[in-house]
């Protein structure tokens, strides 16, 4: 764990994620902040600020510190920032985008590094986040799970719970459903056990919601152990939960967490703004 000078930290969970306080987002950062941010982002796997005001742009900027903005291949992002895509769910809508447990786009052959999710609007109850940590998830594994999984590939598709096409179910999303562009299939090959590209560390890379089988092995031949992995990754123990208000802007990693979007809040809205970082090739 890192030392700060410039921000107050505060851990959310024995596991993972922490509270960043003594920081305006809306204002340019001072160098000192970045590293800080940066070192509480590797520290923690998912930070969160409360109480900001973040326009479109000004989140777009703020993305910047943490790589390249993406461009979401499913949904048209708002008018003048195509990074930034809405996710709404109405008070008349009844699915919810993200509604699995997953890793962002981890079907393509270069998964989004990082998400920066910010509320605008929240049901006064529900509609929290869920996150988990891989890395804990890989450690407490036994040595002879670590080693038999260690030269697995995966096979990674966007299509994997969706039949009919992934581009089609977000259609059923109601008003998210209006800005779905695009209809293609992705599909990608990763390492189970993935290394992060900046710590180092070791991370259990597998999801019932995108992984479909390991190269060279049959879907029925791969999906008992795609499933025990993807239960183990989200036990309680490696788990964290946030509770959103108007104004909380969370960042997490997409190499070492997994997260998942509580649809518990029917007849309410929720809206958030969401910009991912492109990422690397996992290794
Ligand atoms: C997502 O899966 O990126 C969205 C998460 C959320 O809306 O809480």
Known sequence: MGTYGSIDVKPLAGSMGAEIGGVDLSKPLANEQVADIHQAFHDHLMIYFRNQTLSPKAQVGLSQHFGKPAIYPFLKGLDGFPEVN?????????????????????????????????AVEVPPAGGDTLFTNAYQAYETLSAGMQEMLSDLIGVFNSDKLYAGGRAAQVTKLGEMGK?????????AEHPIVRTHSETGRKALYISRAHTLRFKDMTVEESTPLINYLSDHIVRPEHQCRLRWEPGTLAVWDNRCTQHHALNDYQGQRRHMHRVTIEGDRPV
């Open 86 to 118: 809405a996710l709404i769910k109405t008070e008349d809508d009844t699915k919810a985008f993200g509604g699995t447990w997953h890793s962002d786009t981890s079907y393509k052959e270069r998964p989004d590094l990082g998400t920066l999710l910010y």
């Open 179 to 187: 800005a779905v562009i695009a209809t293609e299939v992705f599909e």
